[in-house]
């Protein structure tokens, strides 16, 4: 599944809007940027990757790993990360994000991996939105 960064979001029609943009709906066959994510902005994803959005049933995969995770407690194509409410699979459902003029970012909580374990580097504009948001 590969949209464009900033492009509108149309994936899911039921939770999609005029002012909802794509971010980090990464694809194997498109190449992306790539760049330093800080920590803090790094945890503050995970944060948010904690709270489902739109789930989705089965995993979206990551088709930029050569080796994905795999083993009888991973579903296939997801990926296991470790957080302080014990371990998530990431794959099977979105982030949202707020932004300047209420804008919208709709990422899938894969793009927590793909900062992680493909060096992605999203626009900056979806870094502030991050930076901005504190965990109620
Ligand atoms: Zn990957």
Redesign the pocket.
């Known amino acids: 599944m590969y949209f464009e960064d900033l492009t509108l979001y149309s994936y899911s029609e039921i939770h999609s809007g005029p002012n909802i943009y794509n971010i980090g709906w990464l694809d194997a066959k498109h190449s992306f940027p790539t760049g330093v994510v800080s920590e803090d902005i790094l945890n503050k994803i995970l944060k948010m990757c904690l709270k489902r959005v739109v789930g989705a049933r089965g995993f979206h995969q990551?088709n930029?790993?050569k080796n994905?995770p795999s083993g009888p407690e991973v579903p296939l194509g997801s990926f296991p990360v470790m957080t302080e409410q014990g371990e998530l699979f990431l794959g099977s459902a979105e982030i949202r994000v707020l932004g300047e003029e209420g804008k919208i970012y709709a990422a899938p909580n894969l793009i927590y991996?793909?900062i992680k374990?493909?060096d992605y580097l999203p626009p900056q504009e979806f870094l502030d939105a991050v930076e901005q948001w504190e965990p109620i």
């Open positions: 990551c930029i790993c994905p991996h793909y374990g493909h």
